[in-house]
């Protein structure tokens, strides 16, 4: 309680900080532009320097401009001729136009207010096709430069409730950028892979750039609780965002960090000089989310007593199973709790954001200041974030202009574990979400005395139910914790919290020496801080056995504080000018990258008292660690630009980059070291500026694109090239300095070389979209961590080897269905496949298991990098007999003793007959059971508006993908004392049962729990994700310019077979790992009702 | 302004220029320590490399004791074994063994040719003394000891003696000489040499670290050159350094006896045969002192400290009972070692000396509980019936009091005493070696059992450098306290009065070589009753059959592990020929080991 006390204090003195800054603004209230223009039209606002027209040939070309609904012509309409400023007329009334153009030009971008605009190919005559232009309510399709590169980009943010901007790439980016939201916590983000997986062990993620600045993501960082993630994109606020791209090819710009694909955002800037003052405020309502049903009282009573059977006990008296004693105990025993009532709620959300923008001929700004406060359906889980946001925009002279940003963030949060452990011997589960699973249902969450429970005080005696029947298994965590107690201990800004600020500075100096040169820095600094601190009460949770210390403890603490300095300066030199067709544009520079991650890590046990939660060298098996990682990297690079009559484009990029992660002997040896070189080039052919294919009208544009870019992946381990010692404990007293890593010389950048065909049209009179996108890329170098030479004493070191094949596609399609005055109906669709195929392995192998989160993981050359590999099962012995004639056996750890599969274990099929003996089941019967790549991905959107009322429907889709089910393996194991699904009331439990659930036994001795397909589920799924109803009112008042609503519902429902509670989930951030259900919070339907005013 | 963006831009690039390219890409940190920057020339770094080195070994300690005990005779295997260790005993090693990989040893290689290479020898102090040299004395006997283990389990090393420091100077493996034991030993013998007398006994004072007492964890030079020498086939070179060590253990003028700890019956006038008592100094190593059993232990961890790890520490559990195993071993003392204990016959001597009730008594044969022969099986092998264990199972328990603590012993007194007795008997000397097997020496014994049958001038001047003081080195009985026994003793009781014990005669031929092949077995079956479970027997055996070039020597012995009618069986577990030499050795990924 106190704990949140504290963050409402804090969180106020925020707002005062926010407000005090407002006012150091003039918050003059002035008349501002009605029209809604996108942001490229209003460039004119920004430059200032006069448009030099250069008196280039001209001819004389006529149309008209009609609105596409009514047919009505549109007056006032605004014709700007693409590739040449300084060409443009206005409608007239009966929505004639006459513009001179140049001989030169091909098309023209037809804009007005409250519409889309229209690129129109220029036929040879005077006289042009009518354009017919569609409403704004409709998805925009042009923009004002020609996609050279195949971006994908949105920029419709309106009414977006996500806390992290991932969620909106999944919802209006399916297709393009395969993203994978890690669990329903609010902000914890997700996972995106582009153009495939585009690496096996390091960062396969795209490089995002905000507002110019690559910043690290910190994806390989660990933290402390299991089911958070430090997604650092949930720092910017929704509000803030004014467009994101997706950058697909030409990646070779961003050198040895370009091949995971690159992900552009960029915040608002002021518009206008006139000042605007937006409020925005919405808040919401998240339900509980589904859960898998476990079994009740009975059931689970009856699933201890024969479990019990197989522990070796003597006894047979139980306290938990007799129900007529006379004593207290059927009644401690005889309870129906569902946990999951202590545990989740319906959880509130609230987002709150002041937007001011304006500015006069020398500045123009932009300030947001936004807070947003999320619960979660999971206790102890919440969320507050504050956001302030200040992008200025200054002309010092008319050639020198400055652009200066600041922006700071600050999340804090509630925290505990989510979902299932990973393992029971290094403690005692401490997710409330998963005990409120697995806890004993027979057990009262309230405490007994007097004859009572009571109602109020939590139960935080260790269970004992079990005590005398375990008396043999001394170090055998069977005892579980008590969530709701769990929860009031843990809590406390001191015990369990998350703390994460990202301060960015950027200023960014620009002259202009003339109308076609100028030079520009660009300089920016950020700093993320990240503080998490850990703690398992002793009140509420039994003590546990530790086996990493040997030893049982009362409880833990742990913390870790971690910083990231990074240092970034780009200059560049950039030229441009046009000789008639010709137009060049050249810029070139060189990009400093100082980055310096810092983390301490501290743990200790027993700290004697709830009240005492401190870290302290004084506590049991106290521990410091901690890791600074500094690196840095210099880019030369240069892009040209080449049009050839608005018809053929051309872009070439050449970067090389050196960096102190790569081997001196790395790649291009220059200066004493290793450089990478990076090309790229890309060429688009706009086939619907072709005068022949203007005079025929029936496609409205057409532009194919090819290209091959080569990039690179950095995200090599930093001290991988170096040769270094570490200190270790010597006898625990005193520090050992040994060889701890061989460098590697060599180690250089993965190498991506990708191919790329794009096709972007628009037919039917502008009534359909369709973008393509095809790719083949194959990345070699593969850094994988090698075995080094035995001389070396050390085991392994990173590499570069093997190779790997992506191809795959992503098309989008929107079609206008309806377009009439009041109504606008658009359907659309977005589909991604890709497919990954390993070509080879370093080191000469064919290929690498490895183990994630339970799950066996392989690595095949001629298969998908990230495969299921595991047993094949048959279902389960339905007799002895059965079992007897198939004369399957595991061979125990002795090499010798061979223990028969019985009557209810699970038939294992034995594909390997060559190792082993006859009947022997062991690790070369595994074989790939499943593939966590989709066949396909993307999103099914519907917009349908009548006035100014719009109703918005989003899906997306994951198909194809197989999915381990580690939460369920751990709910149906029958191997612990833990609640189970209530698929095990099929357990097999007599002679000649037939069944596809195998008997249960203590410990599991047969494995019958392994990593099999029994565990592995279709993972498909079609999911309504968004609802949103919105309605702008006309309001035309001296205080309101405008103001909107909207209703928004998430996760409305979900069609899957998954057997799980939420088939979407990513447990990781690596390739390796996609695909395992670990049991964290699902995402839940939620509500959310907003309003938006313009002042 | 225009001069202001120049600048700023002339600025960053000045940054990238002034500084060179490879100072912007290198990194420091905080964490860890670059191999290129010179970290040994501080005191404090260069100590704790020594015990990051010492951190090294802990990784050898399990596997120096299984691989030298399992492949011998004088331990079965358990149906308890992991695959690990059973394979070890079954000579099918295979390549994912915990225990067989070259790359552990190569660890404490590696990190010693760095100190070597690296350490600022030349460093002085105050008082003119070099502050380094006794470290770099002890990680130079460190790297000795490691490649001698190496080339004993794989029959040959890839030598190196700078620091490899990058992978491809790692992968270069095959530009690195690979010498088999013999080149080795004389390689090491040389690297070795001139350290001694100044560093033999000189070793860095580190006191207790952990509860335990650093003194032990270095290698003594001289008993390294000692070893060296005795697989080389030097062996008036390995008897003499030997010597050495014994002669200067705790500096000049020192001595260091054998003691007279022994497992003996606890009543002279026995009568009912089933008590025995054992001196507690048999079988407890663990503490330095000047006369202590202790000379070299690789010190694990502190014994309240329970932090497992499959790859070392694991020797108590697998000799001992214990909750950790469920009380169920993996290592049992073998029939064959019964049999050997059994034959030896345990000879009393009642009464004082001159009274009539003075007797010579052998205890007789068929006593329960081993106690019929050498009482050291009895004393070091504890064994409790009908214990109940997990699940009230009832088993019988076992305790080798040996691996009563995590550290492991390497080296011990007696067994500086037994090489040297088998490096004399080899240098042509088999009554030298004999008397330390029954009476213990001093120079009194030397001047009444040795030196007569060696008359020559060579003979005696080499015999003579061996000086044990009769007063330091004292027989019960000279007048003296005792200090010494001899070492059959130590079970066996007087080995004096023993009818049964004596030097080897033979009726035809009675030649020199005959002796010291005779002589030679006597040693190895002390080396059995007094070394059991602590991973000598194999190379025991293996050293001996090599110079007898008789690889059946080894063969016979092991195949006969399940008592002497058994060899069947167990060549049917073996599988390998161990007739062919080939097979005695590990292989490794092809990349190492004889028959690889």
Request: glycine content about 8%; proline content about 3%.
């Amino acid at each position: 309680m106190n704990a949140k006390k504290q963050n409402r204090n804090t969180m106020k003195r925020y707002i005062l900080f926010g407000l005090s800054l407002l006012m150091a603004f003039p918050l003059s209230v002035s008349a501002q532009d009605d029209e809604e223009y996108d942001e490229e039209s209003e460039v004119v606002v920004k430059k200032k320097s006069p448009q030099v027209k250069k008196n280039y040939e001209t001819r004389t070309v006529k149309g008209r401009v009609v609105d596409a609904a009514t047919g009505m012509p549109l007056s006032g309409a605004m014709l700007q001729v693409d590739d040449y400023s300084g060409y443009s007329v206005l409608t007239e009334e009966d929505g004639t136009y006459e513009l001179k153009v140049p001989v030169f030009a091909a098309s023209v971008l037809v804009s007005a207010p409250d519409f889309n605009p229209v690129r129109l190919a220029l036929r040879k005559g005077e006289q042009q096709f009518e354009v017919k232009l569609f409403s704004a309510m409709f998805t925009q399709e042009y923009a004002k430069d020609i996609n050279v590169r195949s971006d994908f980009a949105v920029n419709d943010f309106k009414y977006s409730t996500a806390t992290n901007i991932k969620e909106e790439i999944q919802k209006q980016l399916g297709g393009v950028a395969h993203t994978t939201l890690h669990n329903g916590t609010n902000g914890v983000g997700g996972t995106i892979f582009m153009n495939g997986l585009n690496s096996l062990n390091v960062n396969a993620q795209p490089l995002i750039v905000i507002d110019g600045v690559p910043v690290e993501q910190q994806y390989g960082r660990t933290l402390l609780h299991d089911g958070m993630f430090n997604d650092l994109l949930s720092n910017i606020s929704m509000l803030d965002v004014e467009k994101v791209t997706v950058m697909r090819n030409g990646t070779a710009l961003y050198g040895a960090k370009g091949a995971n694909g690159v992900i552009l955002i960029q915040t608002k800037r002021s518009k206008s000089m006139a000042t605007r003052i937006t409020a925005t405020a919405s808040a919401g309502v998240t339900l509980k989310p589904k859960f898998i049903e476990t079994m009740n009282e009975d059931q689970y009573r009856n699933y201890v007593s024969d479990l019990l059977r197989t522990t070796g006990t003597k006894l047979s008296d139980f306290q938990f199973l007799d129900e007529k004693n006379a004593y207290y105990y059927p009644m401690y025993h005889g309870n129906n709790t569902n946990w999951k009532d202590y545990v989740y709620r319906e959880a509130i959300t609230q987002n709150y954001g002041i937007n001011v923008e304006g500015g006069d001929a020398v500045a123009n700004y932009n300030l947001s200041v936004n807070y947003m406060m999320g619960q979660s359906t999971l206790k102890s889980n919440d969320l507050s974030r504050l956001n302030i946001r200040f992008n200025t925009d200054i002309s010092l002279t008319d050639k020198f202009f400055v652009r200066f940003d600041a922006s700071f963030s600050n999340q804090t949060r509630d925290i505990r574990d989510d979902g299932a452990p990973s393992g029971y011997d290094e403690g005692t589960p401490t997710s409330p979400s998963f005990l409120a699973y697995v806890k004993s249902p027979f057990l009262n969450p309230y405490s007994y005395g007097q004859g009572r429970f009571s109602d109020s005080k939590w139960e935080i005696t260790d269970e004992s139910y079990l005590t005398q029947a375990l008396m043999d298994y001394p170090n055998y965590n069977w005892r579980l914790a008590n969530p709701a107690a769990l929860n009031e201990y843990a809590e406390a800004e001191n015990k369990n919290h998350f703390e994460n600020s990202l301060l960015n500075i950027a200023v960014a100096p620009k002259y202009e020496f003339n109308r076609h040169l100028s030079l520009q820095e660009h300089f920016s600094y950020t700093l993320v801080n990240t503080n998490e601190k850990y703690y398992i009460p002793m009140n509420g949770v039994p003590s546990y056995y530790v086996a990493n210390v040997g030893d049982e403890v009362q409880n833990e603490v742990r913390s870790q504080a971690s910083k990231q300095n990074s240092v970034y300066s780009d200059t560049r030199l950039t030229w441009n000018n046009r000789y008639d067709e010709h137009e060049i544009t050249l810029f070139g520079g060189a990009r400093l990258l100082w980055e310096s991650f810092n983390v301490n890590n501290q743990y200790g046990y027993n700290t004697g008292s709830d009240k005492t939660p401190f870290m302290s060298s004084g506590l049991k098996y106290a521990n410091t660690v901690g890791e600074t990682e500094d690196w840095n990297s210099l880019d030369w690079y240069v892009q040209a630009n080449y049009n050839y009559k608005s018809r053929y484009y051309l872009q070439a990029n050449l970067t090389v980059e050196g960096s102190s992660r790569f081997g001196k002997d790395a790649g291009l040896k220059m200066f004493g070291v290793g450089w990478g070189v990076f090309p790229g080039i890309q060429a688009s052919w706009v086939a619907s500026n072709e005068p022949w294919m203007a005079e025929i009208g029936l496609v409205n544009y057409l532009r194919l694109t090819a290209g091959y870019d080569v990039s690179g992946n950095d995200d090599i381990a930093s001290n991988a090239a170096r040769s270094y010692f570490r200190a270790k404990q010597y006898l625990k007293s005193i520090s050992g300095l040994s060889f701890d890593g061989i460098g590697n010389d060599e180690i250089q950048w993965e190498t991506t070389r990708r191919f790329n065909f794009g096709v972007e049209t628009s037919l039917l009179e502008n009534r359909v979209g369709l973008n393509f996108n095809y790719f083949n890329s194959t990345t070699s170098n593969l850094l994988t961590y090698q075995a080094l030479g035995y001389l070396s004493g050390l085991d392994q070191n990173w590499s570069n080897g093997g190779k790997m094949k992506n191809n795959g596609f992503d098309v989008t399609a929107i079609v206008k269905v309806l377009a009439l005055k009041d109504w606008q109906w658009q359907v659309g669709a977005s589909v991604g496949h890709y497919k990954n195929e390993i070509v080879s392995l370093g080191d000469g192998q064919n290929e690498i298991i490895s183990t994630v989160g339970g799950a066996t993981i392989l690595t095949r050359v001629g298969e998908a990098a990230n495969l299921f590999y595991g047993y094949k099962t048959e279902g389960v012995y339905s007799t002895t007999e059965e079992a007897d004639a198939a004369g399957k056996y595991i061979l125990g750890s002795n090499g010798i003793t061979r223990t028969y599969f019985k009557a209810g274990d699970v038939k294992f099929a034995d594909l390997d007959q060559t190792h082993g003996g006859a009947g022997e089941i062991n690790e070369y019967d595994r074989t790939v059971i499943g593939d966590p790549n989709p066949d396909i991905y993307g999103n099914i959107f519907t917009s349908l508006s009548w006035k100014r009322l719009k109703l918005d429907v989003r899906f997306n889709y994951s198909l194809g993908n197989d999915v381990y089910n580690y939460m369920r393996q751990q709910l149906e194991s029958g191997s612990r004392f833990m609640n189970q699904s209530l698929a095990m009331t099929q357990r097999w439990q007599v002679e000649g049962q037939t069944t596809d659930v195998p008997r249960i036994a203590f410990q599991d001795p047969m494995e019958n729990s392994r990593f099999s397909d029994r565990w592995i589920e279709d993972g498909s799924y079609i999911r309504l994700k968004t609802v949103t109803l919105s309605y702008d009112l006309p309001l035309k008042s001296e205080f309101l310019q405008g103001l909107q609503f909207w209703v928004q519902a998430n996760n409305l429902f979900t069609l899957t077979k998954y057997l799980g509670s939420d088939p979407e989930f990513a447990s990781t951030n690596s390739v390796l790992g996609q695909g395992i259900d670990m049991g964290q919070l699902s995402q839940s339907r939620s509500f959310v009702a907003g309003v938006k005013i313009n002042l | 302004m225009k001069r202001l963006s120049i600048l700023i831009f002339s600025f960053f690039n000045l940054l990238i220029f002034t500084t060179s390219c490879q100072d912007f890409f290198e990194q420091e940190s905080d964490h860890i320590i670059f191999a290129d920057k010179d970290h040994l020339n501080n005191a404090v770094d260069t100590i704790y490399s020594v015990t990051g080195i010492m951190d090294k070994m802990q990784l050898l300690a399990d596997r120096t004791i299984l691989l030298g005990e399992l492949r011998g005779d004088l331990v079965s295997v358990t149906s308890y074994a992991s695959a690990n260790v059973r394979q070890i005993a079954n000579f099918n090693i295979d390549d994912n063994n915990i225990y067989n990989s070259p790359r552990d040893y190569y660890a404490v290689i590696n990190n010693c040719n760095y100190f070597i290479a690296k350490a600022d020898t030349a460093l002085k102090n105050n008082r003119n003394e070099y502050i380094f040299m006794r470290e770099w004395a002890a990680v130079k006997a460190f790297r000795a000891w490691t490649y001698l283990q190496l080339a004993l389990n794989y029959g040959e090393v890839r030598y190196v003696t700078s620091p490899i420091l990058t992978k491809q100077d790692a992968d270069r493996e095959e530009e690195y000489p690979l010498l088999n034991i013999q080149q080795l030993c004389l390689e090491l013998i040389n690297d070795l040499k001139p350290l001694v007398p100044e560093y033999a006994a000189e070793y860095p004072s580190y006191g207790t670290i952990g509860g335990v007492d650093t003194h032990l964890s270095f290698f003594p030079i001289y008993i390294l050159l000692g070893e060296l020498n005795l697989w080389a086939g030097n062996y008036r070179e390995a008897a003499l350094n030997y010597y050495n060590y014994i002669n200067t253990r705790n500096g000049t003028n020192s001595y260091y006896a054998t003691g007279i700890a022994a497992a003996s019956w606890g009543n002279q006038q026995q009568t009912t045969w089933d008590s025995y008592s054992y001196n507690t100094g048999l079988y407890n190593w663990t503490s330095y002192t000047t006369q202590g059993e202790a000379i070299t232990q690789i010190a694990i961890s502190q014994e309240y400290d329970s932090v497992p790890n499959p790859r070392y520490n694991q020797l108590r559990s697998l000799f001992n009972s214990r909750d950790d195993n469920d009380y169920h071993v993996s290592i049992t003392p073998s029939v064959r070692l019964q049999e050997i204990s059994a034959w030896q016959d345990y000879c009393m001597v009642t009464g004082n000396e001159g009274d009539l009730s003075r007797d010579t008594i052998i205890v007789p044969k068929g006593l329960e509980h081993h106690m019929d022969g050498d009482l050291r099986l009895r004393v070091g092998w504890y064994e409790v019936e009908d214990y109940p264990g997990k699940n009230n199972e009832r088993l019988t328990t076992q305790t080798i009091r040996k691996f009563s603590t995590r550290n492991v012993s390497i080296w011990r007194r007696q067994m500086v005493y037994l090489r040297m007795a088998e490096a004399l008997n080899r240098a042509g000397y088999p009554r030298f070696a004999y008397q330390i097997l029954e009476t213990g020496v001093n120079n009194q014994v030397l001047k009444d059992s040795v030196l007569s049958y060696y008359c020559t001038a060579a003979d005696s001047a080499f015999i003579n450098q061996f000086n044990f003081p009769n007063q330091l080195y004292a027989l019960e009985g000279s007048g003296y306290d005792a200090t010494i026994q001899g070492m059959h003793s130590r079970g066996s009781g007087e080995s004096r009065a023993n009818p049964h014990y004596r030097f080897p005669t033979f009726v035809t031929g009675d030649t020199l070589a005959q002796q010291m092949d005779s002589v030679e077995c006597m040693i190895l079956t002390e080396g059995a009753l007094e070394f059991s479970y602590e991973g000598h027997r194999f190379y025991d055996l293996m050293r001996m059959a090599l110079r007898r070039n008789d690889p059946g020597f080894l063969a016979d012995r092991v195949y006969a592990r399940r008592g002497i009618n058994h060899a069947g069986t167990v060549k049917g577990e073996i599988q390998a020929d161990l007739y062919d030499k080939k097979n005695w050795y590990l292989k490794w990924n092809g990349k190492l080991g004889i028959g690889k």
